[in-house]
């Protein structure tokens, strides 16, 4: 409610994420910036180079500019008011995959998808108080309830390790070998389907290998993954090949009345 909002604003004024002008959420020319990084067809992302494992990825726009202030300010500066914002970007990812993977797109058809998140660390929730990739995902895929299948927490993480900022990719992927597997009470949800993972950002691609390992290794039949952005990092977006992905929602297969809900 707007007298919810005014009161809010008088105990912490709202400020753009983008340019921290005070006075809104986002402001007006950086939510023209933020629409503008909205990719009008999904990337097909490929690392250079790229890691054994890697998945058949989406990404929906470039981690760089407003795009990048945004996620970091939702995802590190509690900021759940900027959910809405970053919606579209997992819409968008979502829809290119189901446009060019065919094993994804007769799964939706046959209402046999499943969709998870990578996860995230004890120590990194307790630290913000909340999921945020888990939020957003859910909330995203909500708006679109009967077509989209419901989000499932899948995968788990097992062990502890260092914060991947600053390693490279070598670094990476042995910091994150073997730290996920799929949670006990939903091995039926995962063995012989096809799953999306998502997450928000793919750099090196070692988190999404690490993902999709744990979900092969509990039986999954074929993983690909959908990710907000991804780093222009050098010789990482000469990696990335253009796909023709569609943000049409209409675009969407709907799921058939038989099989069953992997989120059941």
Not at 98 to 103: C, H, I, P, T, V
Not at 181 to 187: E, L, P
């Amino acid at each position: 409610m707007r007298w919810v909002e005014e009161l809010l604003d008088l105990v912490a004024p709202r400020r753009c994420a983008g340019c921290d002008a005070a006075g809104a959420r986002v402001c007006g020319r950086c939510a023209g910036d933020l629409s503008a990084a909205l990719e009008p067809v999904s990337i097909r992302v490929r690392p250079s180079p790229e890691p054994e494992g890697f998945p058949p990825t989406w990404a929906q726009g470039i981690y760089a500019g407003v795009l990048a202030q945004v996620l970091r300010c939702y995802k590190d500066d509690d900021r759940p008011d900027l959910v809405q914002c970053c919606a579209p970007f997992v819409r968008g990812a979502l829809y290119g995959c189901l446009q060019e993977d065919s094993a994804v797109r007769d799964a939706m058809l046959a209402g046999t998808l499943a969709v998870t998140i990578v996860p995230s660390s004890a120590r990194a929730l307790r630290t913000r108080g909340r999921d945020p990739l888990w939020d957003l995902v859910t909330r995203a895929l909500a708006r679109h309830d009967g077509v989209l299948p419901r989000p499932v927490r899948l995968l788990r993480v097992t062990r502890r390790t260092r914060d991947q900022a600053g390693l490279d990719a070598t670094a990476r992927a042995d910091n994150l070998s073997g730290a996920m597997r799929v949670r006990d009470d939903v091995g039926p949800l995962v063995d012989g389907r096809v799953v999306v993972v998502f997450d928000d950002i793919v750099t090196t691609g070692s988190t999404l290998v690490e993902a999709a390992r744990a979900l092969r290794s509990a039986g999954a039949s074929h993983v690909v993954a959908c990710t907000i952005a991804a780093t222009p990092r050098a010789g990482y977006r000469q990696g990335m090949e253009r796909t023709v992905g569609t943000l049409r929602a209409a675009a969407l297969p709907r799921p058939s009345s038989r099989g069953g809900d992997p989120s059941a």
